[in-house]
């Protein structure tokens, strides 16, 4: 058992970390947690964590109707847009070029491609700016962050809700396991959708994001000289290893993207693959009373984890202050 808390959170994944920096945060205009009063419930296999493996770049959808996802989307934005000023976390905010085989009407912020700025193949484009993110060293800073906050990380794998409010004693469980909440609720509309993920070498590497639509196939600069790129997109399966065939092909598909002196095979500096939280009927974000306890699920982001995650953390965020007593 360890000291007493009024929040547990299941899963130490890019959810489970900013639904505890809002927990905490007094940036927000309301009462908070003290950090003391939260803990992380995660056994810590960098494998089992999808946002280890992600682009990862913010992918913004402001055409939707959905007044929800509009909501999730402006509190994401708010909180990288702070984020910017926070040392430490390496995030960039910069170009987004996305190269198309059909035209398509612009959306605000963006503007067409002028044809010297398109790779081979693709008669079309487009430009606009977005947040990029380097998974590894941003997850670290929100770790360190919260542990400077007074949270606390407790390295286990959680077989039900009621081993965490045994564990610590918490009222008040969120639920951000990702793909693990197929087993941990038994929610039979959780589905991996695995995807690769290669760090590559590449000296000066252009700071931006290039991406081809309605593919897997994406470069995102992570620093002066390296880049993340992919991927692959693999509904249902949950193989952690990455597919030497699928690398091959994913390398293959970057070729026009990637500067033509590009040798894959000298430059990976790792490869790895991620399962994407997917789930029939999009996200759970939800309250359930479970008798002893409530439990607030916050799983199912697919591919927007980064995107959405901020913001389906300030609802978390409500959900939760609304059943503990604050500070
Ligand atoms: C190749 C790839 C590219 C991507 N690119 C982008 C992108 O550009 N932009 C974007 O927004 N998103 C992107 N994503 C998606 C993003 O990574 C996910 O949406 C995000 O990681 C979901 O966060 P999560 O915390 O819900 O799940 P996860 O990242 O999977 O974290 C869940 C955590 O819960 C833990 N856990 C599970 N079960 C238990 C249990 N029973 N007890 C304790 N702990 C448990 C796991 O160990 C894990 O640490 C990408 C993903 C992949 C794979």
Known sequence: MIEKCSVGIVGGGPMGLFCALALTSKTMGRPTLRGERVAIFDPGDPRK????????????????????????????????RAMLAMPGTALQYGPIYVFRREARVLEPGE??????????????????ETFRINPPVFLEWMRAELKRRGVRFV????????????????????????????????????????????????????????????????????????????????????????????????????????????????????VSCGLRPGRHGGERLEAENQGNFEVVHCYGSRGDGFTRGPGCAVEVRELVLARVTLD
């Open 49 to 80: 964590t999808a946002g280890m493996s992600a682009s990862a770049f913010v992918d913004f959808d402001w055409t939707t109707s959905n007044r929800r996802l509009i909501r999730w989307q402006e509190n994401s934005r708010d909180f990288y």
């Open 111 to 128: 503007r067409h491609l002028a044809a010297h700025e398109l790779p081979t193949g693709f008669p079309h484009g487009t430009w606009a």
């Open 155 to 270: 390295p286990l794998q959680v077989d039900n809700f009621a081993q965490v409010n045994g564990e610590c004693g918490a009222k008040v469980i969120v639920n951000a396991s990702g793909v693990g909440a197929q087993a941990l609720c038994d929610d039979p509309q959780v589905f991996p959708v695995r995807g690769h993920c290669a760090v590559v070498r590449l000296r000066n590497a252009p700071q931006e994001v290039r991406l081809v639509a309605r593919e897997q196939t994406w470069y995102v600069a992570s620093g002066p000289d390296e880049c993340r790129v992919g991927g692959s997109s693999e509904e249902n399966c949950w193989d952690l290893d990455p597919d030497p065939t699928a690398v091959k092909a994913m390398f293959q598909r970057l070729r026009p993207i990637l500067p033509p002196e590009f040798d894959p095979d000298a430059n990976q500096l790792a």
